[in-house]
């Protein structure tokens, strides 16, 4: 059965186009610096955003419109979604969806009761995937919203809730694995605290650790060879997330032996709650060997919490896309729509019409970043600024032959030091001039 009737594939129109229903950038065959748009995007449709959410909000219930709308029974409707799912994606030329365990499947009284649903929704994608290319970016373990995890869920006071979420995490990988996800999600959820007054910090965090320790050693006896990723967030739900920033998830990943066996999720919103810019994310990820994947949306610069929204800043994606490259670009990861259609956005249609302005807005920002790096013009000035170091007593400390007496002779014969402008401004003039022309 068709879900979205009257909306046929979405395709490449230009950036002339009128039709709302046409790409004007994202043209997946392109080839952009050696490599089609749809292998550099690696694009990615949120199961719990476009399937589950329904608008609510905390001053009112959901506005949504859908085309599963009337149908009761949890499991009929979890088979109506995934189907819907498929069309959805391949209608827009998205190859691939992220889930949790709880969005495809919802959860029954027992856990093996809610197991042995999700074997059947399993193998009903199985099924799904034999006539169709969709596939699975990554599947991930809802261990937060149901009330048990009230205190978290390996960071829980209560080691019956550890447990629980242990069993939960085992049976969302196998399915990861069995459907051939690419990767593996972690965000910490609940993982986090409210008050120190009530928290065993150095308890918590060392739990956290033995956790993904368990994860990494399960992943190698059921042999997924998916990318482990951990997702930083600095808040909300709780006060304090451990994963805050990928600055702390790095030394938190380091200090417990993780490190070989994680890559950052970095979402663009998360960055904004940490204070950072959505590029400082990637480029810490990047230079620390350990970029993965992308949750892409934005936030709201006014508002303090997660707003979701879909990715329309030319000037944030190109900043992405430019980090992106500057990785290499992704190889199991991609962008995740971890984004939300407004509550007035409530009709079916909205689905589309987000989802195009997200592909859009990136593969224009592709296009932007590729020539940018391609011209050099900023990664010469960065080179320029940093000159000193490549000769003389520069040289000498990035070679590791200077020390504080050798350095201290040096600076007695030369204190009188001459600094140069950073020229930011007429970096940000540059920036601009690839952006708007
Ligand atoms: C929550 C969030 C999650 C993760 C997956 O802020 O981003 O949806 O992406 O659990
Ligand atoms: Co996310």
Redesign the pocket.
């Known amino acids: 059965m068709e879900y979205f009737k009257g909306i046929g594939k979405i395709k490449y129109e230009g950036a002339q186009t009128d039709n709302p229903f046409a790409f004007r950038h994202y043209n997946p065959d392109e080839v952009v610096g050696g490599k089609k748009m749809k292998d550099h995007l690696r694009f990615a449709v949120a199961y ?1 955003h476009t399937y589950q959410a329904r608008g609510a909000d905390p001053f009112g219930s959901g506005t949504a419109i859908r085309p599963w709308d009337g149908i009761t029974d949890p499991m009929s409707l979890a088979k109506a979604k995934m189907e819907a799912n498929f069309e959805f994606c391949e209608k827009l030329q998205v190859p691939f969806f992220c889930f ?1 365990d709880r969005d495809i499947t919802p959860e029954a009284d027992t856990l093996a009761q809610t197991n042995k649903n999700l074997d059947e929704i399993v193998s009903f994608i199985k099924e799904l995937m034999k006539t169709s290319e969709v596939r699975v970016l990554w599947g ?1 373990a ?1 261990a937060f919203n149901n009330p048990r995890y009230v205190h978290g869920a390996a960071t829980s006071c209560n080691a019956d809730v550890f447990a629980f979420a242990a069993a939960q995490v085992k049976k969302a990988m196998e399915v990861t694995k069995e459907l051939g996800g690419q990767n593996y ?1 972690f ?1 910490g ?1 609940r993982e986090g605290y409210e008050t120190l007054l009530n928290t065993d910090l150095k308890l918590e965090l060392d739990n956290f650790a033995r956790f993904l320790h368990m994860a990494v050693d399960y992943a190698k006896e059921i042999g997924f060879t998916g990318q482990f990723l951990i ?1 930083p ?1 600095p808040k ?1 739900p709780t006060k304090h997330q451990y994963d805050f920033d990928t600055a702390t998830v790095i030394g938190f990943l380091k200090t417990y032996g993780l490190d070989k066996h994680f890559k950052m999720n970095i ?1 663009a919103n ?1 960055a904004t709650l940490a204070a950072h810019t959505f590029q400082h994310e990637l480029a810490m990820a990047r230079i620390n060997g350990m970029f993965g994947s992308v ?1 892409a949306n934005q936030g709201d610069m006014l508002l303090g919490w ?1 707003t979701d929204q879909f990715p329309t800043n030319i000037y944030d994606t190109t900043l992405a896309m430019y980090e992106t490259l500057k990785a290499g670009g992704f190889t199991t990861g991609g962008l995740n729509f ?1 984004s939300k259609v407004r509550r007035a956005s409530f009709e079916p249609d909205d689905l589309f019409l987000a989802h195009i302005a997200g592909m859009d807005t990136f593969a224009w920002g592709l296009k932007i970043a590729h020539k940018m790096l391609s011209d050099g013009k900023l990664e010469d000035a960065v080179a320029k600024r940093y000159e000193s170091y490549k000769s003389g007593i520069g040289a000498d400390i990035v070679a590791g032959k200077a020390d504080f007496k050798s350095l201290e002779k040096y600076a007695l014969a030369n204190d009188k030091i001459v600094n140069k402008s950073g020229r930011q401004e007429l970096l940000e003039n540059i920036l601009n001039g690839y952006i708007y022309g």
């Open positions: 719990w949790h991930t809802n999600v965000w959820g997702e967030k909300e979402e998360h949750d997660d971890d």
